[in-house]
């Protein structure tokens, strides 16, 4: 081996020299800009040496004296990446146990020395021979090893170290000692929230800090073949200038603080950029010295998943989920060493295919399999050719909400967003890249918190895993999370949400709405699913203001509640709200905050249930929603005005002016035909919609049909006019694929509700047939709960029902009230899982119901909502 020379003599007073040095090594640090922080540490590191020898041979004894210790400089110091005011990390070998009991005086006055010339000293004595043990629960010890160099004293010793234990101890624990790296890199990573996009970041340990650096250098020596790929990779120049800039950040900040800090905190931000730390630009901007801190923290991380991917493994790092086991037709990718590769077959290269990386990314986000760098780079080269490829409109849509939708689509998200295929697809994403909007409440950069809050979101779906205090908080959110009727528009505005922050200095929640839109035409979404996405949006922050506000207070829940138009609508408002508080930091999210959250969402929807009689349209009074909606009819605003008449706001708010000029159109060709029905059919989700004259039982005969065909009503409502004339909706999903798989079964359905409709003993014909096949059992059972309120309303009576879901069950309780000659004025129809909660609005001949008639209304409803009753 060689040993480092010991060039120009010892000083005559090797402290002083050093200090000396180190004036001299922050005076070029500071007015020199080509003078990095690499430089800097190197220089360190030889003043460093020149201190020890010297202080060697005062203290300890010659320098080679083959009876005496050795000393060797490990870790960081042994690299001669000795930061200012890092620790010197020493190590005296000794030959046999005992042995440093006889150096042991003079090694102390030499560790006393460098602490009286102001230097940390990190000294650790050992033998031989317990270099040569690998011990899992003190890793960083052999981890130190590999940077072992040596500086002075027995030589004999030190060879052995250095060409002997070294590698010996590589080539009998190269698995454990890679094993037990990659748990403390994780274990280090999960600290810092697995993201290198905090906005304060810890510049050594934060995930592509410079221990990440370190722990690449540390796999090349572990895996010879991630060192060659160390020589051979494109990003080798890229991964070197991130090493230089991190190197003079750091150096920054121990010539700055005068200590081992590591902190990039706002200030520090702000100074490093005023002198254009480990930049060449002649901007001073903190915020693009930040950008070029985080594309720096990337090449880092990039060159860790590289070298993490050549770690030898007993066992693939994750398991791979069967559906990505079998053989694709396409042959598109595979899944090898835990990662997604996209395969080059027969010319074809699926990394220069627009919907081939698209369903990569999906296998990706619904799997957790990381694709892997090779490929990432294939894709980033190929973005100009993707660009020309892809399509928009309805096809873009499904295939973006693939991604949105699967359990890891915060992992492909931010790959996605790396190589910059995200902004390809969502250009508006561009502007927050990196983005740091400095606050004191924030943690990460606005991208990430994009991500974390998505990563939030899908995280409810595995709320078993979550410990702590916050598990029954996860759980009850997760209850709403699986019953959102629109999961991809929930996570497309999470998605979008932030946009605005990028390009605007007012309101950002108006200019992510503006941004968004454009979005949503791109992606041809209807005037329904587009209002959704842009009302979250722009509301996101209205729950959290409400909860700063008395929850308690009647005005806070009636002005919070006119922000939300629908059940379905509050639910989503309320886990984007949970989401985005638990986003800002890992601690934002307290058990006070969630049950607080929860509070505000329960006293809402009770609110939204019993008051949606209160207002009612006037065609005397003309809002501004019914001159939209009038603009829509030019010469036919007297018509229009006449059949709003009498409907509650509520429908009007529900509905887009599309929507309701539909439902004129319907009612103007009553005349002709007294059913007039519109289906809009979709594979997740369908609508059928009834506009007709009011009768007996009408809303009881719709839910009779669809329960016959096996349709799973999730939501309903019925809104009747001052005319007598009704617009009943119903929602419903198809369990059994029965309209997708047979098309000329949405006419038979159209033509059954039609016929039950004019036919009041149809629809319970097919009920009957219905209830005769299987059931499944529940898996919660639900008490039936039947409960009136008299007061919320001045125009009806309201009666909550609450029951275990079933099929028929809202036929069951619509036909009860209709035997009890009550007209449903209004319907709101919710499924919690296994538990129904449906709430009518009921009038008998034209007004409330009679207080002394509820007691027999409750006994009717009851007994029909009992399984032997109704089979």
Same mark, same amino acid.
């Given at each position: 081996?060689?040993?480092?020379?010991?060039?120009?003599?010892?000083?005559?007073?090797?402290?002083?020299?050093?200090?000396?040095?180190?004036?001299?090594?922050?005076?070029?640090?500071?007015?020199?800009?080509?003078?990095?922080?690499?430089?800097?540490?190197?220089?360190?590191?030889?003043?460093?040496?020149?201190?020890?020898?010297?202080?060697?041979?005062?203290?300890?004894?010659?320098?080679?004296?083959?009876?005496?210790?050795?000393?060797?400089?490990?870790? $960081?110091?042994?690299?001669?990446?000795?930061?200012?005011?890092?620790?010197?990390?020493?190590?005296?070998?000794?030959?046999?146990?005992?042995?440093?009991?006889?150096?042991?005086?003079?090694?102390?006055?030499?560790?006393?020395?460098?602490?009286?010339?102001?230097?940390?000293?990190?000294?650790?004595?050992?033998?031989?021979?317990?270099?040569?043990?690998?011990?899992?629960?003190?890793?960083?010890?052999?981890?130190?090893?590999?940077?072992?160099?040596?500086?002075?004293?027995?030589?004999?010793?030190?060879?052995?170290?250095?060409?002997?234990?070294?590698?010996?101890?590589?080539?009998?624990?190269?698995?454990?000692?890679?094993?037990?790296?990659? +748990? @403390?890199?994780?274990?280090?990573?999960?600290?810092?929230?697995?993201?290198?996009?905090?906005?304060?970041?810890?510049?050594?340990?934060?995930?592509?800090? =410079?221990?990440?650096?370190?722990?690449?250098?540390?796999?090349?020596?572990?895996?010879?073949?991630?060192?060659?790929?160390?020589?051979?990779?494109?990003?080798?120049?890229?991964?070197?200038?991130?090493?230089?800039?991190?190197?003079?950040?750091?150096?920054?900040?121990?010539?700055?603080?005068? %200590?081992?800090?590591?902190?990039?905190?706002?200030?520090?931000?702000?100074?490093?950029?005023?002198?254009?730390? $480990?930049?060449?630009?002649?901007?001073?901007?903190?915020?693009?010295?930040?950008?070029?801190?985080?594309?720096?923290?990337?090449?880092?991380?990039?060159?860790?998943?590289?070298?993490?991917?050549?770690?030898?493994?007993?066992?693939?790092?994750?398991?791979?989920?069967?559906?990505?086991?079998?053989?694709?037709?396409?042959?598109?990718?595979?899944?090898?060493?835990?990662?997604?590769?996209?395969?080059?077959?027969?010319?074809?290269?699926?990394?220069?295919?627009?919907?081939?990386?698209?369903?990569?990314?999906?296998?990706?986000?619904?799997?957790?399999?990381?694709?892997?760098?090779?490929?990432?780079?294939?894709?980033?080269?190929?973005?100009?050719?993707?660009?020309?490829?892809?399509?928009?409109?309805?096809?873009?849509?499904?295939?973006?909400?693939?991604?949105?939708?699967?359990?890891?689509? $915060?992992?492909?998200?931010?790959?996605?967003?790396?190589?910059?295929? @995200?902004?390809?697809?969502?250009?508006?994403?561009?502007?927050?890249?990196?983005?740091?909007?400095?606050?004191?409440?924030?943690?990460?950069?606005?991208?990430?918190?994009?991500?974390?809050? @998505?990563?939030? =979101?899908?995280?409810?779906?595995?709320?078993?895993?979550? /410990?702590?205090?916050?598990?029954?908080?996860?759980?009850?959110?997760?209850?709403?999370?699986?019953?959102?009727?629109?999961?991809?528009?929930?996570?497309?505005?999470?998605?979008?949400?932030?946009?605005? +922050?990028?390009?605007?200095?007012?309101?950002?929640?108006?200019?992510?709405?503006?941004?968004?839109?454009?979005?949503?035409?791109?992606?041809?979404?209807?005037?329904?699913?587009?209002?959704?996405?842009?009302?979250?949006?722009?509301?996101?922050?209205?729950?959290?203001?409400?909860?700063?506000?008395?929850?308690?207070?009647?005005?806070?829940?009636?002005?919070?509640?006119?922000?939300?138009?629908?059940?379905?609508?509050?639910?989503?408002?309320?886990?984007?709200?949970?989401?985005?508080?638990?986003?800002?930091?890992?601690?934002?999210?307290?058990?006070? +905050?969630?049950?607080?959250?929860?509070?505000?969402?329960?006293?809402?929807?009770?609110?939204?249930?019993?008051?949606?009689?209160?207002?009612?349209?006037?065609?005397?009074?003309?809002?501004?929603?019914?001159?939209?909606?009038?603009?829509?009819?030019?010469?036919?605003?007297?018509?229009?005005?006449?059949?709003?008449?009498?409907?509650?706001? %509520?429908? =009007?708010?529900?509905?887009?002016?599309?929507?309701?000029?539909?439902?004129?159109?319907?009612?103007?060709?009553?005349?002709?035909?007294?059913?007039?029905?519109?289906?809009?059919?979709?594979?997740?989700?369908?609508?059928?919609?009834?506009?007709?004259?009011?009768?007996?039982?009408?809303?009881?005969?719709?839910?009779?049909?669809?329960?016959?065909?096996?349709?799973?009503?999730?939501?309903?409502?019925?809104?009747?006019?001052?005319?007598?004339?009704?617009?009943?909706?119903?929602?419903?999903?198809?369990?059994?694929?029965? @309209?997708?798989?047979?098309?000329?079964?949405?006419?038979?359905?159209? /033509?059954?509700?039609?016929?039950?409709?004019?036919?009041?003993?149809?629809?319970?014909?097919?009920?009957?047939?219905?209830?005769?096949?299987?059931?499944?059992?529940?898996?919660?059972?639900?008490?039936?709960?039947?409960?009136?309120?008299?007061?919320?309303?001045?125009?009806?009576?309201?009666?909550?029902?609450?029951?275990?879901?079933?099929?028929?069950?809202?036929?069951?309780?619509?036909?009860?009230?209709?035997?009890?000659?009550?007209?449903?004025?209004?319907?709101?129809?919710?499924?919690?899982?296994?538990?129904?909660?449906?709430?009518?609005?009921?009038?008998?001949?034209?007004?409330?119901?009679?207080?002394?008639?509820?007691?027999?209304?409750?006994?009717?409803?009851?007994?029909?909502?009992?399984?032997?009753?109704?089979?």
């Amino acid at each position: 081996m060689q040993h480092e020379p010991n060039a120009g003599g010892l000083p005559q007073d090797p402290t002083a020299d050093y200090s000396a040095a180190m004036d001299a090594i922050r005076t070029r640090f500071f007015s020199e800009p080509q003078y990095r922080g690499p430089q800097a540490i190197l220089a360190r590191s030889d003043a460093a040496d020149r201190m020890v020898r010297a202080l060697w041979a005062r203290s300890v004894g010659p320098e080679d004296a083959v009876d005496g210790p050795a000393l060797l400089a490990v870790g $960081g110091y042994g690299r001669r990446e000795l930061f200012p005011a890092s620790d010197l990390d020493l190590l005296f070998v000794v030959a046999e146990a005992g042995g440093e009991r006889e150096f042991k005086d003079r090694i102390r006055s030499l560790t006393q020395a460098l602490w009286d010339a102001g230097v940390r000293v990190a000294a650790t004595t050992r033998t031989v021979a317990e270099c040569q043990r690998f011990d899992p629960e003190n890793t960083e010890f052999t981890l130190s090893l590999l940077d072992a160099r040596a500086l002075v004293g027995n030589r004999v010793l030190a060879d052995r170290v250095c060409d002997e234990v070294v590698p010996g101890v590589l080539a009998a624990e190269r698995r454990p000692l890679a094993a037990r790296l990659l +748990k @403390l890199t994780r274990e280090r990573h999960a600290r810092y929230g697995d993201t290198i996009f905090h906005l304060e970041p810890n510049i050594k340990d934060c995930p592509g800090g =410079l221990r990440d650096a370190n722990v690449c250098g540390w796999i090349g020596k572990i895996a010879p073949s991630a060192d060659r790929l160390r020589e051979n990779s494109a990003g080798s120049a890229e991964f070197e200038r991130a090493f230089a800039f991190l190197a003079s950040c750091r150096c920054f900040l121990h010539f700055r603080n005068g %200590r081992d800090v590591n902190a990039l905190d706002w200030k520090a931000q702000d100074a490093a950029a005023a002198e254009g730390v $480990g930049i060449d630009a002649e901007t001073r901007d903190p915020a693009y010295w930040m950008q070029m801190y985080f594309r720096y923290a990337r090449a880092v991380e990039r060159r860790l998943e590289q070298s993490v991917a050549a770690l030898p493994s007993s066992k693939p790092l994750l398991r791979v989920p069967q559906f990505l086991r079998r053989k694709d037709a396409a042959q598109e990718f595979v899944v090898e060493g835990g990662q997604l590769r996209l395969q080059r077959s027969n010319g074809f290269d699926p990394a220069q295919d627009f919907e081939a990386v698209m369903r990569a990314f999906a296998a990706v986000s619904e799997s957790g399999v990381p694709m892997s760098r090779e490929s990432q780079d294939r894709v980033e080269e190929a973005l100009p050719v993707l660009n020309a490829q892809m399509d928009e409109g309805e096809h873009l849509w499904r295939q973006m909400e693939r991604i949105l939708c699967g359990r890891y689509a $915060g992992l492909a998200l931010r790959s996605m967003h790396a190589q910059g295929l @995200l902004e390809l697809t969502v250009p508006e994403f561009h502007g927050i890249d990196a983005l740091v909007v400095r606050d004191a409440y924030h943690r990460y950069t606005v991208d990430e918190h994009t991500f974390v809050l @998505l990563d939030t =979101l899908h995280g409810l779906s595995s709320v078993g895993e979550t /410990k702590g205090p916050m598990a029954e908080w996860a759980r009850r959110f997760a209850g709403l999370m699986r019953e959102v009727q629109h999961p991809g528009l929930l996570f497309l505005a999470a998605l979008l949400h932030d946009t605005g +922050k990028g390009r605007s200095m007012g309101s950002h929640t108006v200019e992510s709405a503006r941004l968004a839109r454009a979005v949503l035409a791109r992606l041809d979404r209807d005037s329904f699913e587009s209002g959704l996405v842009l009302r979250l949006i722009e509301n996101h922050l209205e729950m959290s203001a409400a909860l700063r506000r008395d929850i308690f207070d009647a005005e806070t829940v009636r002005a919070f509640a006119g922000c939300v138009q629908t059940p379905e609508e509050l639910r989503m408002l309320t886990l984007f709200t949970y989401a985005d508080i638990n986003a800002v930091h890992p601690d934002a999210l307290t058990p006070w +905050k969630a049950e607080n959250l929860w509070r505000l969402y329960i006293q809402t929807s009770n609110y939204l249930d019993r008051n949606v009689d209160d207002e009612r349209v006037d065609a005397r009074v003309s809002s501004d929603l019914v001159q939209r909606i009038t603009a829509l009819l030019p010469g036919e605003s007297r018509e229009a005005l006449r059949f709003l008449e009498g409907f509650p706001q %509520r429908y =009007l708010q529900t509905r887009s002016p599309e929507q309701i000029r539909t439902h004129f159109e319907m009612s103007k060709r009553l005349a002709t035909d007294a059913v007039q029905l519109d289906l809009h059919w979709r594979a997740d989700r369908s609508e059928i919609t009834l506009v007709t004259p009011d009768r007996q039982m009408l809303f009881a005969r719709i839910a009779g049909v669809l329960s016959s065909f096996g349709m799973n009503i999730i939501t309903a409502d019925a809104f009747s006019n001052a005319h007598g004339v009704v617009v009943d909706s119903f929602r419903f999903t198809d369990g059994f694929r029965t @309209l997708e798989l047979n098309p000329e079964e949405r006419d038979r359905l159209l /033509k059954a509700v039609h016929d039950a409709v004019l036919d009041e003993g149809a629809a319970a014909r097919m009920i009957a047939a219905r209830r005769r096949s299987r059931r499944r059992d529940p898996l919660v059972h639900v008490e039936t709960s039947v409960q009136f309120d008299t007061t919320s309303s001045s125009h009806a009576t309201i009666v909550q029902v609450i029951a275990q879901d079933q099929p028929g069950l809202l036929y069951t309780v619509a036909q009860a009230l209709g035997e009890a000659r009550c007209d449903i004025v209004v319907a709101l129809i919710d499924t919690e899982g296994d538990t129904a909660i449906d709430v009518f609005y009921l009038r008998r001949d034209g007004t409330v119901l009679d207080a002394a008639d509820l007691p027999d209304l409750q006994k009717a409803l009851e007994a029909a909502l009992t399984p032997d009753v109704h089979g």
